[in-house]
């Protein structure tokens, strides 16, 4: 199985939509995807995800998408910290312990939502025919179906630590999915009835390249403090 994610077109947070430059972006990417194999999608029920979702639908005809409320954008955030702060423990590299470190008295609800999307992304691969067995995934229907995710780089990053059994903040503080961006990974069954993902990609952006569109710089800050790019403080 094949599990395809995308991080929605460049957004315009404060109007629950995407940019002018984001419907072009997303309007590229459905283009850029009408060819593929496309079994489902599911996407986040913010608009900037739907709107991207709606780019794919439009070329790949037959298709229509099914929101999914787990897809949402991780709340409350933790990926803007610092990066002095996300190097202070190293539990906060520890898949498991992570969530020891004091995220500014936020964890239990940090906990909460990460429990819920572990939950959620756990009954929607089993549903699909793999469920997990600890660091695998045993395979109740092996299949060559390609699922597409349309989310939010925290999002993202939260499902992909669970796929590739990684420490979160290694995904999140070293990693950049750029808006429009996809992702591939998909199982590998080396032993009869166990599988692992394993990613084949990681944001890629080549359909906004060959379209002479260039690549939104958000989710990314300053390579050089004070260069006029986004920083932290």
């Not at 593929?36 to 794919?56: G, M, Q, V």
């Not at 395979?139 to 939260?158: M, P, Q, R, W």
């Not at 630590?161 to 420490?167: I, K």
């Not at 084949?200 to 080549?206: H, N």
Request: proline share 3%; with cysteine.
């Amino acid at each position: 199985m094949k599990i395809t994610i995308i991080r929605h077109a460049e957004p315009d947070y404060e109007n629950n939509t995407l940019t002018e430059k984001g419907f072009k972006e997303a309007d590229i990417l459905g283009n850029y995807l009408k060819n593929e194999k496309i079994d489902y999608i599911y996407s986040s029920p913010l608009n900037r995800a739907k709107f991207t979702a709606d780019a794919i639908v439009k070329y790949n005809k037959t298709k229509t998408y099914k929101v999914l409320d787990f897809l949402a954008e991780f709340e409350p955030d933790m990926w803007d910290n610092a990066p002095s702060f996300l190097a202070s423990d190293e539990k906060l590299y520890d898949k498991n312990r992570w969530l020891e470190v004091d995220f500014n008295g936020l964890n239990d609800q940090i906990k909460s939502r990460y429990a819920f999307v572990k939950q959620e992304l756990s009954e929607l691969l089993q549903k699909h025919g793999y469920r997990k067995n600890g660091a695998y995934y045993d395979v109740l229907n092996a299949n060559k179906d390609n699922i597409v995710l349309t989310c939010h780089f925290g999002l993202e990053s939260y499902l992909l630590s669970e796929l590739l059994n990684v420490p979160l903040v290694a995904i999140i503080n070293h990693t950049c999915a750029a808006p429009s961006s996809i992702t591939t990974v998909v199982t590998e069954e080396r032993e009869k009835g166990k599988a692992i993902f394993r990613m084949l990609s990681y944001g890629e952006t080549t359909h906004l390249k060959m379209a002479g569109e260039p690549v939104s710089f958000m989710a990314r800050y300053a390579e050089v403090y004070g260069d006029g790019d986004r920083v932290l403080i």
